[in-house]
């Protein structure tokens, strides 16, 4: 929780929002597309609702309780999401050890070796954890901020809990709930939430954002990330290159015809988490079909040349099939049982449906 500044394309609907706090709904769900900025969103609302100077409803980032949000202590801030999700901020913003912003989702263990998974879902535990909170006055006599993200890692049992506590909401409190896919959410949930749907940045708004962070080829990165700028500035910070090298690799063999080495590419790619990889695979698929379809590709144009040529020899079918494949696998990457086998059945069938379609009989699957 570095910064509590709106990013430039949020500006507006933020000071609108916060300009009108008579009868302020007490859960709000903030939508918007993946990657552009939802949480950063919620985190500077948050700065803005427990700020004790606000500038025209936004925070002023001068006051006690600005310091208090900006360093992550202040008392009437709780962020409720997954253990997963925590270790990554951690991960990003070093001396936040034993958050007392943490709703009950510790990190697993703190020895660097034979870690247990950390937790994907957000716990009923971690709702019931806010109880003493809810019950206390507010430590400030203002609001009381809970960020719960992503909304979708609610399971079955914690989104009921929390809609016990929407359906009788405590006092002075304000839920900011985040979600890019909110039909995925409880409908009984969703019906306790006012919705505050983001804009999605112009391209050039996410460009020169981009050239504000240095970053050299904004272009590519933001093709790399379908348009989402802050999903875009992620992938540089992680990447050498907008196109990931694996990916590089697997097309210099397959646009020659030639069939890669799936069990090495297998070892690759499961070191990282599935949908890391998972997500450039199918923007990729995407870029198949487009070129499939004589249309310049969007996502990786420095793979334009083998991707079309891969596009012009295979089954047209087979390449609609697959990108639907793809889409499909990405729903369950959270959760593959063995993450070498997912990536070594994924990696066939991509090989597979890339073969030239009159060299390679039904027989090749
Ligand atoms: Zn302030």
Redesign the pocket.
């Known amino acids: 929780m570095k910064t509590a500044e709106f990013l430039p394309w949020h500006r507006e609907t933020a000071a609108a929002w916060l300009g009108n706090r008579d009868r302020f709904a007490h859960a709000w769900l903030v939508h918007g597309l993946a990657g552009t900025g939802l949480r950063e969103f919620v985190f500077a609302a948050a ?1 803005s609702l ?5 500038v025209a409803g936004l ?8 310091g208090w949000v900006a360093s992550g202590n202040h008392p009437d801030l709780r962020r409720v999401r997954p253990e997963a999700v925590a270790l990554e901020e951690g991960a990003q913003q070093d001396s936040e050890g034993g958050d007392p912003q943490d709703a009950a989702s510790g990190p697993a263990d703190s020895g660097g070796s034979g870690k247990r998974a950390a937790s994907k879902e957000i716990r009923v535990d971690q709702i019931r954890a806010l109880e003493p909170w809810f019950n206390n006055a507010t430590h400030r006599g203002g609001w009381r901020v809970a960020l719960v993200y992503p909304s979708e890692a609610l399971n079955a049992i914690s989104g009921n809990a929390l809609l016990k506590v929407l359906e009788e909401p405590p006092p002075s409190t304000v839920f900011l709930m985040v979600a890019d896919a909110p039909d995925r959410l409880l409908p009984t949930l969703l019906s306790r939430c006012r919705r505050l749907p983001l804009p999605t940045p112009s391209h050039e708004a996410a460009r020169a954002w981009l050239k504000d962070q240095g970053l050299a080829s904004p272009d590519d990165w933001l093709a790399a990330a379908g348009g989402a700028p802050v999903l875009a500035a992620k992938l540089a910070a992680s990447q050498g290159a907008a196109c990931p090298d694996w990916l590089g690799a697997m097309l210099r063999t397959v646009g020659k015809g030639a069939l890669p080495d799936i069990g090495s590419l297998a070892d690759t790619i499961s070191k990282q988490p599935a949908i890391d990889w998972i997500d450039p695979m199918h923007r990729w698929c995407v870029d198949l079909l487009l070129a499939r379809h004589g249309v310049a590709v969007r996502y990786y144009p420095a793979l334009a040349g083998q991707t079309e040529s891969i596009a012009r020899r295979a089954d047209p079918a087979a390449l609609t099939e697959l990108a639907q494949y793809v889409q499909q696998q990405r729903r369950v990457a959270g959760h593959p049982l063995s993450a070498k086998l997912f990536a070594h059945a994924l990696l066939q069938r991509v090989v597979s449906a890339c073969q030239p379609s009159r060299s390679a009989p039904t027989a090749s699957r």
């Open positions: 700065a427990l700020c004790e100077s606000p925070a002023c980032g001068k006051c006690l309780a600005c």
